[in-house]
Structures are given as C-alpha cells and as structure tokens.
C-alpha cells in the first residue's frame, strides 16, 4: 500500500479558497505599498551563505536552511541558503546594482521566506513577507509613512492593532546608563524575549549572559516603566542623560511622535501607538527606531515588524546608506483574518457566474454569452456537460458561486437565460445586457 503523502511541517497547501483569501491579503498590501510610491522587485530563494551568516544575530543564524547541493562541483560551489528575510537580499541588491538605481530608492517586495523553527501556532517554516523600505535618506519622515502604511493596511483589513514603537539608540544607552555598554546584543537579545518568556526568565538569561546582578537590577525600573508616551519619554530622557547616543535616541523618538501626532488621526480604538522600551528586535541589524505591530482582539505574536538600519549596504561594499522598512507577515494576518471571520463575503477572483445547461444546444448557446461576458470582465464558469440540475447547483453551491444561469429550450427561444440568485433564491429571466448590468453592480 502506498504511503500516504505529506508535506513538511511548518508548511502548509493552500486550497482555491485559501488563496483567493490570500491574494485579498498581497493585493491589499501591494494597493497601500503603490499609494505610497513604493516599486516592486523580486530576489532568488537561495543567498549566497556568506551573505546571509552573521546579520541576524546568534538566535537567527541558527535558523538559516542550508542548501546542501546545489549541482555545482563542491570545490567550486559557494555554499547556499534560502533567504530568512527580504532585508538583507533587498541590501545586497540595493549595493549589486546601485549604478541603475536613484536614491533615496523606494521598494517593495512580496516573496516567501524561510526559517528552521520549531513549528508551531502563527510560527512557519516556509511563510511570506511583505516588505516595504526606502534607502538613501536619513529623514524620520520615513518613519512616518510607515507607521502611516500600517495604519492603512490595517484599517483596509478591519484589524485593530497596536504599533510598538522603540529605538536601538536608546538601548544602548540604557546599555550604557547600567554599567554595561559592550553588553547590548546581550540586553537586546534577552529582553526581546520578555513577552514569551516573563520576567523572571529574562533576568536569568541577563545573568547567564555575563550580566552583573547590579546592572540588572538597575535595568528592572527600565522594564517596568509606564505611562503615557510623553511621560515615558520624559522619564528616559532623564536616565539617559549622561549618554550621547541614547539622548539621541530619545530625540528620534520625539520627532516621530510629533509627525505622527500631526499626520495621523487619534483614534485610539481601533490603532494605538505605544512607546515600549522593552521592545529590542533581536537582528543586529537594527540601528535606530523598531517597530513591531500585534493585533488587539487575537492572540497572536507580532503581524508586522521593522526598523532602521543605518550601515546594512556596508557589509556589502556599499557603507554610509541609511534604510528603514517594515515587514507585513502575510501568513500571520491570515491566521487574524481567519479567526475575526474579516474576509470580504466575495473576492475578485471568484467566479461570479456558472452557466447551467439541459442539453448540448444549450450548452452552445451559453458558451457564446459566457464569452461575452468574460470580455466584460465578468468572472464566467460554464458547467462543462449537460447534466442533472442538481448536480450542476451542488457545484455552484460546494464552490461558493452566487449565481446560476439557467439555459433551457425556453430560454433559447427567447434570447434570455435564467437568473437565478444562490443566496436568496430568487429567480428571474434577464437578457444579455441585463445580465451584464446585474453582475456589474
């Protein structure tokens, strides 16, 4: 007996539904991206390793997939790995091909990624990006039409969410401020695990780290601080006083948080930002403002996540060009959509229409309106047979078409078919361009 297929964990099949519902979620994406003048590129799967190794962190590095043999001889073959973000590939193609580019260069991309994780809920091995990033600019502008982005996609979607917002400068000068400046990896690294693992355990690992019990136990107010964004601001700006780039950090931060004030309604129901100083972002990559976003009403880890990265084109030959951007987690938002029950009731590319038929003149007759129909941009299905009217019903229902024309001898005769409406069932007789007006409403 033959062994029943699968497939490997932490990757999944998608079904016509599925990606109908899918491509609601990149096409809604892709719309906010364009609205902002963002341009679309595309990356291989497979990186060269030595492009991928060390820009993660020790945590990210460990998750890299491998590829063993990529059909090369192996005195010749760099090794390879897919691609754990679109970050670095978008830096390494950003320095491959700067001659053709005019900066500050503005890109989007939409492509799956990869990560030996352990799977489990809202976490895949094989799972798709959005990402959105602008190089060559150092403005906090920047900044701004991405929160403003992941306020619209959002709002689009029907998902309250939450913007956690926070800046690597100032962790290192907390880094700084606890006696421990060689220490931030270290720091970040630990705390960005606070929500996932508690408190307790974070200050643990901060220890196991080479952490003083002095340094962290000056670091607990740090994590412990509340209060409105202003006031939380105020209260680090104090702290960090005495250290230069974690003033800075905190001035980034007010500048963000005045635009926004500016540009972006207050509408704390339905999108909220928060300063959270206990956000870090464990890739190394980061330099300047962090950004994580979590849905309000699931239980779910981050939907959207980013920062800024001021040297990343450094490490391939290209330093000095600062870049921020931000990644919408398409499977995760999947998962959202999928338990608030926020899909839109139709999608675009679902059939509108199925032609249903008692004979083969019948069947040849609904084939030319099907034609005129699909030219009008009308989504058409003709049941490919004549067969028992039930049979071709149950189809339309098992496949969530709302409507049936129905194609008989009387039909014919006068030049209509019949309509029929699967969800009220209601019935009428309509001519082509009736037909064509009811479709298009």
């Known amino acids: 007996m033959a062994q029943k297929p699968t497939i490997p964990k932490g990757t999944r099949d998608f079904g016509p539904q599925e990606m109908a519902r899918r491509n609601y979620i990149f096409d809604t994406i892709r719309s906010v991206f364009r609205l902002y003048g963002f341009r679309q590129i595309e990356t291989p799967a497979m990186e060269q390793m030595s492009s991928l190794m060390g820009k993660y962190g020790e945590e990210g590095d460990k998750l890299l997939f491998r590829i063993q043999n990529s059909g ?28 053709e580019l005019s900066f500050p260069f503005r890109r989007y991309q939409i492509q799956p990624v990869w990560r030996a994780d352990r799977p489990q809920k809202g976490r895949y091995r094989e799972f798709y990006q959005c990402d959105v990033d602008v190089v060559g600019t150092d403005s906090l502008v920047s900044e701004l039409e991405l929160i403003e982005i992941v306020r619209e996609v959002y709002r689009r979607f029907g998902i309250r969410v939450s913007l956690h917002i926070n800046n690597r400068k100032i962790l290192a000068g907390i880094a700084e401020v606890i006696g421990e400046p060689d220490k931030l990896i270290d720091v970040t690294v630990a705390i960005d695990k606070l929500d996932k693992i508690g408190l307790e355990n974070v200050n643990k690992e901060l220890l196991e780290r080479g952490l003083s019990q002095t340094a962290v136990d000056k670091l607990q107010p740090i994590l412990a601080l509340s209060g409105t964004n202003e006031e939380k601001l105020s209260v680090i700006r104090n702290l960090l006083s005495q250290s230069t780039i974690g003033t800075q950090g905190v001035e980034e931060m007010e500048t963000v948080f005045a635009l926004a004030k500016d540009a972006i309604p207050a509408d704390s129901d339905t999108f909220r930002i928060e300063l959270d ?34 040297n990343l084109t450094g490490i391939f030959g290209l330093p000095g060009v600062s870049g921020v951007g931000i990644s919408f987690g398409a499977d995760r938002i999947y998962d959202v959509l999928t338990e608030l029950n926020l899909y839109p009731e139709t999608m675009t590319e679902q059939t509108q229409v199925l032609f249903a038929t008692f004979g083969d003149a019948e069947l040849r007759y609904a084939l030319g309106w099907a034609a005129t129909l699909r030219q ?44 029929k409406d699967m969800q009220s069932g209601e019935q009428k007789a309509v001519t082509k361009d009736e037909l064509i007006a009811e479709l298009t409403k």
């Open 72 to 99: 090369e001889k192996a005195a010749e073959a760099p090794e390879k790995g897919l691609r754990y973000d679109l970050t670095v590939p978008f830096a390494r193609y950003v320095v491959q091909h700067r001659e």
């Open 277 to 310: 100083l206990t956000l870090a972002r464990g890739l190394n990559y980061y330099t300047g403002a962090i950004f994580e976003v979590k849905a309000l009403d699931v239980a779910m880890g981050s939907i959207t996540g980013g920062g800024r990265y001021d």
């Open 376 to 419: 009008a941009g009308i989504n058409t299905e003709v049941y490919p047979e004549p067969a028992k009217m039930k049979k071709q019903m149950g189809y339309a229902d098992s496949n969530r078409i709302p409507f049936v024309a129905i194609v008989g001898g009387n039909e014919m005769e006068s030049q209509t078919v019949m309509l």
